[in-house]
């Protein structure tokens, strides 16, 4: 079994960065591959990037992309998530997930086949 903790979260304003991570336990991180969603309130968990287990591939949604950078160190069992641009739309809170199996781009944006979840950290992003 997995845990996974995230930390980071705070409110911001826009344009500020903020950088989230995801440390985890109980289990060979460097066998997962780690993904970020977000989650506002009425609205479905939306994908935002996931990362190979070796760090080497990563894939982002459109709506990060050139904005957020994925990374991990699996010598820490952590990966993060450094939040650059940020803008009131990115408000959320923000999971991290692990999942076993191969890195697949088209497959990783899908929350239903990840493994395990964290808790979630609040994103607030002031305008």
């Known amino acids: 079994q997995v845990q996974l903790v995230e930390s980071g979260g705070n409110l911001v304003q826009t344009g500020d960065p903020l950088t989230l991570s995801c440390v985890a336990s109980g289990g060979t991180f460097s066998s997962y591959v780690m993904g970020w969603f977000r989650q506002v309130p009425g609205k479905e968990r939306e994908f935002v990037v996931a990362?190979?287990?070796?760090?080497?591939?990563?894939y982002y949604a459109d709506s990060v992309k050139g904005r957020f950078t994925i990374s991990r160190d699996n010598a820490k069992n952590t990966v993060y998530l450094q939040m650059n641009s940020l803008k009131p739309e990115d408000t959320a809170a923000y999971y991290c997930?692990?999942?076993?199996?191969?890195?697949?781009?088209?497959?990783?944006?899908?929350?239903?086949?990840?493994?395990?979840w964290g808790q979630g950290t609040q994103v607030t992003v002031s305008s």
């Open positions: 997930a692990a999942k076993t199996g191969v890195f697949y781009s088209v497959a990783s944006r899908s929350s239903s086949t990840y493994d395990y």
């Open positions: 990362i190979s287990r070796t760090g080497d591939y990563s």
